[in-house]
Nanobody, 124 residues
């Protein structure tokens, strides 16, 4: 079993920055691809960014490309999402997810483990 705990969310003005963290615990001896997703009220969960276990590959949704950066520190069992130039439309609950694979995973249905989410609110 793997437990994921997100942190770093909050209220920020448009144009500002936040860094989300996702702490991974439990079976950290396995190799996990990680992803960030978000869900706004009344909308479906959408893919934001993904990273391979080795950090050799990353992938972003078009809506965040050039503004968000996903990274990970396997020694600390932590995945990050640096969010810059935030917009009001980035407001959502952000979730991290893990899948026991070394390849990139962008489909939320494939992920096995999920965190409880952290709220990000961007005021315009």
């Amino acid at each position: 079993q793997v437990q994921l705990v997100e942190s770093g969310g909050g209220l920020v003005q448009a144009g500002g920055s936040l860094r989300l963290s996702c702490a991974v615990s439990g079976r950290t001896d396995s190799r996990y691809a990680m992803g960030w997703f978000r869900q706004a009220p009344g909308k479906e969960r959408e893919f934001v960014a993904a990273i391979t276990w080795s950090s050799s590959g990353t992938f972003y949704a078009d809506s965040v490309k050039g503004r968000f950066t996903i990274s990970r520190d396997n020694a600390k069992n932590t995945v990050y999402l640096q969010m810059d130039s935030l917009k009001a439309e980035d407001t959502a609950v952000y979730y991290c997810a893990a899948k026991g694979t070394v390849v990139l995973v962008t489909n939320h249905r494939v992920y096995t483990y999920w965190g409880q989410g952290t709220q990000v609110t961007v005021s315009s």
